[in-house]
T-cell receptor
């Protein structure tokens, strides 16, 4: 099956940019999703990118995709305390199956 | 707004008990999923269903079974709970097509003592 790896923890200061990285193994991934999980809640879709794109920008969020290296990143500009959460990378690969990464816990220091 | 509800937020059960976790979605979604979430392991798929009375094993089905008698309801059953099934259980649903954007419930924190 697909392996999706993320670093477990990231700490940034309020107002700085955050970059969360993800590597995956299934080269047939078509959609690549980012989900956010706030404390005590389920996951919510944050943004996604199609596999034929290199970059997608959505307000403070920028998603970069390097298909050759199977690397996905999520950049959050002007990080706020409300961005503190766990972020999951989730490629949609063969047989339309979505595989979730290990999750990166983002801590924003005021 | 899509709503996915789970029957309990917190549950404490004893080893060997039969445990039922219920999930209901209100958006007529074809697909429903059960995951467990453990620190450092992310979300792991237990079972999923693409239609009523249909079920498919995910990556870690051992020790679990599921039931989908109605489109809106997907139940996860632990036939004989064990301490290694202590975890957060998340239910999700999505439109037909096998994956795509999934809508999650708030989760059930199950402790087996």
């Amino acid at each position: 099956g697909e392996d999706v790896e993320q670093s477990l923890f990231l700490s940034v200061r309020e107002g700085d940019s955050s970059v969360i990285n993800c590597t995956y193994t299934d080269s047939s991934s078509t959609y690549l999703y980012w989900y956010k999980q706030e404390p005590g809640a389920g996951l919510q879709l944050l943004t996604y990118i199609f596999s034929n794109m290199d970059m997608k920008q959505d307000q403070r969020l920028t998603v970069l995709l390097n298909k050759k290296d199977k690397h996905l990143s999520l950049r959050i500009a002007d990080t706020q305390t409300g961005d503190s959460a766990i972020y999951f990378c989730a490629p949609r690969g063969g047989y339309q199956k979505v595989t979730f990464g290990t999750g990166t816990k983002l801590q924003v220091i005021p | 707004d899509v709503k996915v509800t789970q029957s309990s937020r917190y549950l404490v059960k004893r080893t060997g008990e039969k445990v039922f976790l219920e999930c209901v979605q209100d958006m007529d979604h074809e697909n429903m999923f059960w995951y467990r979430q453990d620190p450092g392991l992310g979300l792991r798929l237990i079972y999923f269903s693409y239609d009523v009375k249909m079920k498919e094993k995910g990556d870690i089905p051992e020790g679990y079974s599921v039931s989908r008698e109605k489109k809106e309801r997907f139940s996860l059953i632990l036939e004989s709970a064990s301490t290694n099934q202590t975890s957060m259980y998340l239910c999700a649903s999505s439109l037909g097509g096998g994956g795509g954007e999934q809508y999650f419930g708030p989760g059930t924190r199950l402790t087996v003592t």
